[in-house]
Every structure is written in structure tokens, then in C-alpha cells.
């Protein structure tokens, strides 16, 4: 029995009154927020005219702190407690985090540190949460917006990476509540760019964004169907961006200037000129690189375009290999897109469009400044929801679920409730009932991933269901919902349908999965289908023995005056049957399928064995049931 319901987020409003509400594109280098002002999305500056904050926070010895270009300029400086890139770490374990040996600060491991698994920085002002560090980000922003819009802000959209997953999204949510901004929804970036493009007008289709920014490039496959974008697939490289192209040319200038290796100061200034050179290209068919270095000696390289694009073409190229990928993974071919959005500042490279669009077969989307197309169309999404819709605005936005969620049953199988890849918001409820008489209450344990044991998923939450009246093992009904929001947190709710007691937990998992995780539990499922089905077989016959072995022995405790000697006997050597075939079934040297058969049969010759004996109680009980009935009565 599957439920399956669509809630959209989108709230009433007053009509006519038009409400502030703003998208905010946090971003891992640099953070914006735009908004929709006579219908027309802009991003916001702050006082001084800029419109990117750097995503940086400085904190200080006075317990305050610095953010964005103040905090930016004693990145060097004060590294200890200038904090960049904190999207990395939230809703991360330090275990989470890759090359974090070379990261100049003082992290807390949460684990140990009551940070409820995420990370932690030590600095002068205290231990800092990766949640609060995003939230004082948060707050400039929310300042910002305030303060060139002249009112209190309704709320707003926040976009995340398509590939977040539940704790990095929570820890998102939990940043803009610190910050005092009302989420009215987290949005994936990629669907926030094709937003900006008005795609979600355009024809149903399929369509890709390209986001190649300084150090990383994602590829999302998203579907619009019926005014709904799904996410149906994501990709790319997190150590792949125009960083590396700056590095590129870096090392081709040493090359043509015949240097040696230079000291760490000269290194800077060459990779500085690197990238005023690369962005030179974008616009001009070639530039020339002057640098004077430490010792005096003055640089001096010319390069054209077209050498550009020669010496980093193996970069564009890791890029088409995991498009590539993505579209297998999305099971759409090239002739299947409709449109493709380039998103980051490293798109500008003419020779990166070209690439692109030779691939598609189509100009890509490019007209709109890479770096604020995601602010911008999650000003739409914004707009919308705080209600300043426009007629036929009535489109929902859909993510997908990147791994499914299930929950444990007997045997330590799992059973799938939400299967992977489904699109959100969604809920799904399943019947389950008790294993033993008497049983008052329910372990229920919460699983993601695709493989058929809980040993081989993750594990995201335990709770119990108490309270359970007693009853014969099977007679109790528990529906057991599963509901995932817009935002892609997981409720669990467990309810005992006769005696109507409940139990429930929200999800929020310590610490997340990174998306090469999940591509490699993806890819574990797909390799161990095979034995996994298997191992699922026999389990489900150890249960199923486990079952006929406790109700026997309780027919046993209860009736057995009801058998003879040489059948009680005759049952006690088929129970013990049992018992060795399921001593033999957990003999890891023997094939599975082999142990299963031979529980199978144990287990066949005794529910063979006792009809006889379930057929004497069945009268016993009837009998009992009409001693001193008469006939009318009955
Ligand atoms: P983002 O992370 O999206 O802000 O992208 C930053 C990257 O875009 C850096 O590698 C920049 O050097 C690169 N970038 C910015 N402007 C240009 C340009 N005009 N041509 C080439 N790359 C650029």
C-alpha cells in the first residue's frame, strides 16, 4: 500500500500586497541574494556597490567577527581563524572531510564534542559550529536585503548542491533559522538556474546545467514535466575548476620562460597573472603575462587564444566524461536534451561553450552572468512562494531522493518503504505486525541504501514503539509512514492502528554522505545483486524457522497432552531438525543457496509434521468454545 502525496510549499498571502522575500545562492567561494523587484529579478549590493560577499567569517579575540572582504583580506594573515569554504563542512564528520591535515585550523571532532557529529573549528572566540559560521553568512545577507529594501524579509529560497544530502541540508536550514530568515524552501542549484533561464515555461523536456566554477564542476540532468522539475541525475568532479585551468597556463608560462622553480611569493604572483590572463582570453584573441619576480628577472610571455584552449583541453575534456556519465546514470541520450544552462564564472572561456555545445548540439543558455543565475532564479522561486505569483505560476519544484530509505525487518533484511530516486516532497506508509506473542513493542530502525541487508546500508535512526497491547504474534497492525519534505528531511512515524499508540522521529543524521559515497554504495548494490538476493532468501527462511520453532513450542507448552508418546517424540526429533539446519545455515563455507534448501526442507518436514497436532487443537479449541452452548445459542 503506497501513499504518495504532493505538498507544495507555497503559502496564501493577502492579495495585492506584495511580500520581501529574496533568494540567496550560498555558495562555497562567494554568497549572494537577489530579489524580484517589478517583477524583474536583481541581485542586491552592499553599501559599497559590491554584489558577491565572499563566503568568508574572521573570528575575533573579542568574541565578534569579521565577514566576507574584511574577513577575506586576513585570510593569509590570520588563517586559524578566518574560516573559507565552510559549506564544505556542514552536516560533515571531521572523518567526512577530505585532505583535512592540510587545512590550517583547529577542528573539534563532533563526535566526541558534542556537535552532534559535524565538525568543529576551534578559534579565539570560542569553538565554532560550521552551522554558525553559515549563519553569520546568512545574517550579512539577510542585513543587506533588509536594508536596500527597507522592510522585514517574509523569508527566503537558499539553494543547495542537487547531491546534498539530509544532514547538509538540515544544517542549512538550522544556519537561516540561527540567522533569523524564515526558509520558505531549499532549492537545488541547478533548478534554480534553469529558473533564471524561464525554462520551467518552456517545453517539457530534458535539460542539463553545466556549473564550472573555481575549484569544481557539478552536471545535473534535470526533467520538466507538466511545470515540475525533477533532478534526475548529477555528476561532475569536486577537484575540477577554472583553478586548474589558471594552474594550466602557470605551467606552460614556466615552460615557455624556461624559469626554474620559484619560491612560494613568486609562485603567487605568476598565479595571479595566470588568472588575469585566462580571464583576458575570454574576450581577446591573445594577452601577454608581464611579471616581475623576486630576483629582479622580468617575465614575459605572449599567448593567443587558441593556444589556450590547446593547453587545457584535457580539462574540458574531463568535463565531457562526466556528462557523459551523468547521462547514463539519467538513461538519456544527447538527442533527449532540449536545453543546456551554463552556471560559474568559468564558463566564460569561450572554448568551454564551445565544447558544450558542440556536445549537445545546441548554443547553450549563456546570456545570463553565470555567477548570479542561481540567486536570481531563486528570487523567482522566492517571489513565488511568498505569494506574488502571477497568473499561471503554478508550478511545483521536485527533487529526487538519492538513495533509498527503508527499515529494518527480522533477519536484519531490509525492507525498501521510499525507493531511490523518488521525487519529493513524498510519504509512504507500510503494514507491519509483531514477530512473537505478547509482544508490547516494535524496534524500528531506519536504513538508507540500496543492498538487502542492514549490516550493508546505513543506519539513520532507531526509535520503539511501546505500549503495544499483547496479542498472538502476526495480529498486530503497524503502519509504519515514511515522509520525506521539499527539503529532503526524513519523519518517521510508527502507529499501532487497534490501539492507536504512536511513535515518531525526524531524521537527522549525524553526519552526511558525500556524493562519491553514495556513488559507491549505488555501485556495491549493483555488483552484490546477485548475492545479496541470496543471502535475503536465507535469511527470510531463518526467520521463517525461528517462527515455526517458537510456535511449536508454544502449541507444545499448551496441548501436548493432545499427543501420544511416539508422537511426541517424532515431533522433538523434526524440531530438532530445525534446529541444526538452522545451527548449519549460518556455516559461511557452504554456498547460501545450498543452506537455504536445507533449512527449507527441515522446515517443511515440521509444518508437514505438526498439521496433525494443529488439526487436534483446532477441535480442542472449538470444543472448548461450545462446552455448555446449546445449539440456539452457538
Ligand atoms: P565561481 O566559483 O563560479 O565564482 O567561478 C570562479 C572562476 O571563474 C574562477 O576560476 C575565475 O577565474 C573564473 N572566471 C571568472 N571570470 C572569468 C572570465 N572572464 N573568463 C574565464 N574565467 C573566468
Not at 111 to 125: C, K, L, N, P, Y
Not at 406 to 420: A, D, S
Not at 457 to 473: D, N, Q, V
Amino acid at each position: 500500500m503506497a501513499l504518495l502525496q504532493i505538498a507544495e510549499p507555497g503559502m496564501s498571502t493577502a492579495p495585492h500586497q506584495h511580500r520581501l522575500a529574496v533568494g540567496i545562492d550560498l555558495g562555497t567561494t562567494n554568497s549572494l541574494v537577489a530579489t524580484v523587484r517589478s517583477g524583474i529579478p536583481e541581485v542586491l549590493s552592499d553599501e559599497d556597490g559590491r554584489q558577491l560577499l565572499p563566503s568568508v567569517v574572521r573570528y575575533l579575540a573579542n568574541g565578534n567577527a569579521n565577514i566576507g572582504h574584511k574577513a577575506q583580506a586576513h585570510q593569509t594573515t590570520d588563517p586559524k581563524n578566518t574560516v573559507v569554504s565552510v559549506k564544505r563542512f556542514m552536516g560533515r564528520g571531521l572523518k567526512d572531510i577530505a585532505h583535512a591535515e592540510n587545512l590550517p585550523y583547529d577542528f573539534v571532532d563532533g563526535d566526541r564534542e558534542g556537535g552532534h557529529g559535524m565538525v568543529q573549528i576551534r578559534t579565539v572566540a570560542g569553538i565554532k559550529s560550521p552551522v554558525e559560521t553559515s549563519a553569520q553568512i546568512l545574517a550579512t545577507l539577510r542585513q543587506r536585503a533588509e536594508d536596500s529594501l527597507g522592510d522585514e524579509l517574509v523569508g527566503a529560497v537558499i539553494t543547495v548542491p542537487a547531491y546534498f544530502d539530509d544532514a547538509q541540508r538540515q544544517a542549512t536550514k538550522d544556519a537561516a533559522q540561527l540567522a533569523g530568515i524564515n526558509v520558505l524552501r531549499l532549492l537545488s542549484e541547478p533548478t534554480a538556474a534553469a529558473i533564471a533561464y524561464g525554462l520551467d515555461h518552456a517545453k517539457e523536456g530534458v535539460y542539463a546545467v553545466y556549473d564550472l566554477g573555481g575549484g569544481t564542476f557539478d552536471i545535473s540532468i534535470l526533467k520538466l514535466s507538466k511545470g515540475v522539475f525533477e533532478v534526475l541525475s548529477t555528476g561532475g568532479d569536486s577537484a575540477l575548476g577554472g583553478d586548474d585551468f589558471d594552474h594550466r597556463l602557470f605551467c606552460w608560462i614556466m615552460e615557455q620562460a624556461k624559469l626554474a622553480p620559484l619560491s612560494h611569493q613568486d609562485t603567487a604572483t605568476l598565479m595571479v597573472k595566470a588568472r588575469q590572463a585566462k580571464e583576458q582570453l575570454s574576450t581577446n584573441d591573445e594577452t601577454t603575462i608581464e611579471a616581475i619576480l623576486k630576483s629582479g628577472e622580468l617575465v614575459q610571455v605572449t599567448i593567443t587564444a587558441h593556444t589556450f584552449a590547446e593547453i587545457t583541453r584535457h580539462l574540458v575534456g574531463k568535463t565531457m566524461n562526466a556528462i557523459r556519465k551523468a547521462m547514463r546514470d539519467a538513461d538519456v541520450s544527447v538527442e533527449d536534451v532540449d536545453g543546456v544552462v551554463m552556471v560559474g564564472g568559468a564558463t566564460r572561456m569561450p572554448h568551454v561553450r564551445r565544447a558544450v555545445s558542440e556536445f549537445f548540439h545546441t548554443i547553450p543558455h549563456a546570456n545570463i552572468d553565470p555567477d548570479k543565475v542561481v540567486a536570481l532564479g531563486a528570487a523567482i522561486q522566492a517571489n513565488l512562494l511568498a505569494g506574488n505569483r502571477a497568473e499561471g505560476d503554478d508550478w511545483l519544484l521536485l527533487d529526487v531522493t538519492p538513495l533509498s530509505l527503508g527499515i529494518e525487518t527480522m533477519g536484519g533484511l531490509v525492507e525498501k518503504i521510499i525507493p531511490r530516486n523518488s521525487t519529493i516532497p513524498c510519504a509512504r506508509a507500510q503494514e507491519f505486525t509483531t514477530f512473537k506473542d505478547g509482544q508490547t513493542a516494535l524496534a524500528v530502525h531506519v536504513v538508507q541504501g540500496e543492498r538487502e541487508l542492514v549490516s550493508d546500508c546505513r543506519s539513520l535512526a532507531r526509535f520503539e514503539l511501546r505500549g503495544i497491547p499483547p496479542m498472538a504474534a502476526g495480529a498486530a497492525r503497524i503502519r509504519v509512514t515514511y515522509q520525506v519534505d521539499a527539503d529532503g528531511l526524513l519523519s518517521v512515524a510508527a502507529r499501532e492502528t487497534r490501539s492507536g499508540v504512536e511513535a515518531s522521529i525526524t531524521v537527522k543524521p549525524s553526519y552526511g554522505l558525500g556524493d562519491d559515497e553514495v556513488a559507491r554504495m549505488l555501485q556495491d548494490s549493483y555488483s552484490s545483486a546477485q548475492g545479496d538476493m541470496q543471502m535475503r532468501a536465507l535469511r527470510e527462511e531463518q526467520v521463517e524457522a525461528e517462527r515455526i520453532l517458537l510456535a511449536t513450542q508454544s502449541a507444545l507448552e499448551s496441548d501436548a497432552d493432545l499427543l501420544g508418546v511416539a508422537e511426541q517424540a517424532a515431533l522433538a526429533g523434526l524440531v530438532q531438525g530445525v534446529r541444526d539446519a538452522v545451527q548449519g545455515s549460518n556455516d559461511t563455507s557452504i554456498e547460501p543457496g545450498v543452506r537455504q534448501d536445507a533449512l527449507h526442507a527441515a522446515v517443511q518436514a515440521l509444518a508437514k509434521g505438526t498439521e496433525e497436532f494443529a488439526a487436534r487443537r483446532m477441535d480442542k479449541s472449538v470444543r472448548k468454545a461450545l462446552a455448555g452452548k446449546s445449539l440456539d445459542e452457538v
